[in-house]
């Protein structure tokens, strides 16, 4: 079955801190990939996605992920957060052979401290 | 930017009750459309993919016949939650695949949910 693993649940940073978020899913095919942030009180923004070429993406707010094929993995970086990181953070994927269907991992509590 | 709607924000219903949810496509058609359950500090579960003019799709375990889906336009896509009892408080969150995105990374967006208590 298809499925989204992350493995950070809650992650506490202070300032100026490297962030990684671990993400592997478990999908036959051709996928997509999607890093969404939902800030606290508010609905779900796409931080960035890959679907094809560079395997080395960058989204909004001076995020990146790569996606490294041979291990599954499509893992989010930000070289230094910022208070306004706080947020949770949910990897997602979908396929073309699956509907388009999103599977979303559990999701990442970022708490970053000022 | 792509911007998904939905209304209403927030319902508080009588057990018993329907409550009609709309989700909506602003500056987009979107042929797909996609129905999510968030349970508090939870991630998104997935309850059922709506296309426009056919029936909708559930994921096991999602009775069809509670939550009845109708998607009439390019736009626009219902939730009804039929007999509402407290164990179907939740915030439900809808999506749309942009069909302008098709093959090119079938980004969804998502409306801002709506928040449904069940007394």
């Known amino acids: 079955a298809q499925s989204v693993s992350q493995h950070n649940h809650h992650v506490i940073l202070s300032e100026a801190a490297s962030l990684e978020l671990g993400c592997n899913y478990s999908?036959?095919?051709?996928?997509?990939l999607f890093w969404y942030v939902q800030y606290p009180g508010q609905h779900l923004q796409l931080l960035l996605k890959?679907?094809?070429?560079?395997?080395l993406v960058k989204g909004i707010k001076g995020f990146e992920a790569e996606f490294i094929k041979s291990k599954f993995s499509f893992n989010l970086r930000k070289p230094s957060v910022q208070w306004s990181d706080t947020a949770e953070y949910f990897c997602?994927?979908?396929?073309?052979?699956?509907?388009?269907?999103?599977?979303f991992g559990a999701g990442t509590r970022l708490f970053v401290k000022a | 930017g792509a911007v998904v709607s939905q209304h209403p924000s927030r319902v508080i219903c009588k057990s018993g009750t329907s409550v009609k949810i709309e989700c909506r496509s602003l500056?987009?058609?979107?042929?797909?459309m996609f129905w999510y359950r968030q349970f508090p500090k939870q991630s998104l579960m997935l309850m059922a993919t709506?296309?426009?003019?056919?029936?909708?799709?559930?994921e096991q375990g999602v009775e069809k016949d509670k939550f009845l889906i109708n998607h009439a336009s390019l736009t626009l896509s219902t939730l009804t939650v039929t007999s509402a009892h407290p164990e179907d408080s939740s915030f439900y969150i809808c999506?749309?695949?942009?069909?302008?995105?098709?093959?090119?990374?079938?980004?969804?967006?998502f409306g801002p949910g709506t928040r449904l208590t069940v007394l």
């Open positions: 999506s749309a695949r942009d069909d302008r995105l098709a093959g090119r990374g079938d980004t969804q967006y």
């Open positions: 999908y036959g095919g051709t996928v997509n």
């Open positions: 890959y679907f094809s070429g560079d395997p």
């Open positions: 997602a994927v979908n396929a073309n052979t699956g509907g388009f269907k999103t599977i």
């Open positions: 500056d987009f058609q979107a042929t797909t």
């Open positions: 709506s296309n426009e003019g056919s029936k909708a799709t559930y």
